[in-house]
């Protein structure tokens, strides 16, 4: 595991899902592109499933059910295909992705240093300055280059 994969791992113990199981990480460069990539692949829909499970989740978050209507309006649901566990698996999903909108800057800062570290020639991850990731890889490089 590489750091990228490592730090979305880490990240991800903070969030209902695993970002590695949404999105190739070798190929996010910026935080927009993954949010993007989460979304269209599903990592936000949180389902919440059964009457019980529905009505305490609503109870806890939105005991009004004012957030959750606005959330079912705003997809389209007519009052008749409303139910518990649409208003809490709406309610849940925005939650998710406002909980990984609060990792934004994290997520950011950490592609930026990213960008900024240095790959070996055969591909593996070398400190900023470094020129190969070992002596070995060295010796191999500079024959293929004579």
């Known amino acids: ?26 190929d996010i460069e ?28 609503l109870k806890d978050n939105d005991a009004s059910l004012q957030e ?3 959330l079912a309006d705003e997809y389209g649901y007519a009052p008749r295909d409303i139910n518990s566990e649409l208003l809490a698996s709406l309610l849940k999903s925005q939650k998710c992705r406002e909980e990984f909108s609060e990792l934004r800057s994290e997520i950011e800062s950490f592609l930026e240093d990213y960008k900024e570290e240095s790959f070996c020639y055969c591909g593996e991850e070398i400190e900023v300055g470094e020129e190969y990731c070992s002596k070995e890889c060295a010796r191999h490089c ?5």
């Open 1 to 26: 595991m590489n750091k990228k994969e490592e730090f979305f791992e880490e990240l991800s113990k903070q969030l209902d899902f695993s970002i590695n199981e949404y999105v190739e990480v070798e």
């Open 30 to 57: 910026d935080y927009d592109e993954l949010y993007e990539q989460l979304e269209d692949q599903g990592a936000f829909e949180q389902e919440v499933i059964y009457y019980y499970n529905a009505i305490e989740y």
């Open 68 to 70: 959750s209507m606005e």
């Open 142 to 146: 500079e024959k293929e280059i004579t």
